[in-house]
């Protein structure tokens, strides 16, 4: 399998839920991050992680919890949600997470708070 | 703050009828310019990157340029399978490594 992958494609949950979405990366790249698209709206950067390490943080609320267990892997926790919360998250990877730097995107989860 | 403005939000052509998509920028420092294209329920994929004024790349249909406040993507004699959201993005000065993403242009190609 190559590129990156994210899972699950759909997600449906209430505002009291619980879930987590998962993103895998088989470029052999260091850096991941995850970003938020919303209808109308350009993309919003809500995490970086290069190395392992949370690089940036753009005041995402608390109810989003990233995880990086290593370099291939990255969660995104979520609970108590809200409705303006449904959007579509994509994770993407690149080399070195050093800024400039060509991003691959996987296919998103498609999220829905109800 | 950092801005980027693509025009126009939808462009509809005819198969084969060249036009240009435009993405305007304010940025402090830019450090570059990205195009991306995506497709209805997928990600963005990389289509080019450019770094200073002055500066073109060309890939099959597609050509971008860059000026010191926006950059156009040029499709030449398109094809239906041209249809796609097109994004522009900027890599802003300062030490931040996130891009800033436009809205897009949504772009339909008719047979």
């Known amino acids: 399998e190559t590129g990156v992958t994210q899972t699950p494609r759909h997600l449906v949950m209430g505002m009291t839920n619980k879930k987590s979405l998962k993103c895998e990366q088989h470029?052999?790249?260091?850096?991941m991050y995850w970003y938020k698209q919303s209808a109308k709206k350009p993309l919003e950067l809500m995490f970086v992680?290069?190395?392992?390490?949370?690089?940036e943080n753009n005041s995402v609320p608390s109810r989003f919890s990233p995880e990086c267990p290593n370099s291939s892997h990255l969660f995104l926790h979520l609970h108590t949600l809200q409705p303006e919360d449904s959007a579509l998250y994509l994770c993407a990877s690149s080399q070195t997470g050093t800024g400039g730097e060509k991003l691959f995107f996987g296919s998103g989860t498609q999220l829905s708070v109800l | 703050e950092d801005q980027v403005t693509q025009s126009p939000e939808a462009l509809r052509l005819q198969e084969g009828e060249s036009s240009s998509l435009n993405c305007s920028y304010t940025?402090?420092?830019?450090?570059?310019l990205f195009w991306y294209r995506q497709d209805p329920g997928k990600g963005p994929e990389f289509l080019f990157t450019?770094?200073?004024a002055g500066e073109e790349k060309e890939k099959e249909r597609l050509k971008a340029t860059l000026t010191k406040k926006e950059s156009f993507l040029h499709i030449t004699a398109p094809k239906p399978e041209d249809s796609a959201t097109y994004l522009c993005?900027?890599?802003?000065?300062?030490?931040?490594?996130?891009?800033?993403f436009g809205k897009g242009t949504h772009l339909i190609i008719q047979p």
């Open positions: 993005a900027v890599l802003p000065g300062g030490g931040a490594d996130g891009l800033t």
């Open positions: 470029l052999g790249h260091n850096a």
């Open positions: 992680y290069s190395l392992e390490e949370r690089v």
């Open positions: 450019l770094y200073s």
């Open positions: 940025v402090s420092g830019l450090r570059g």
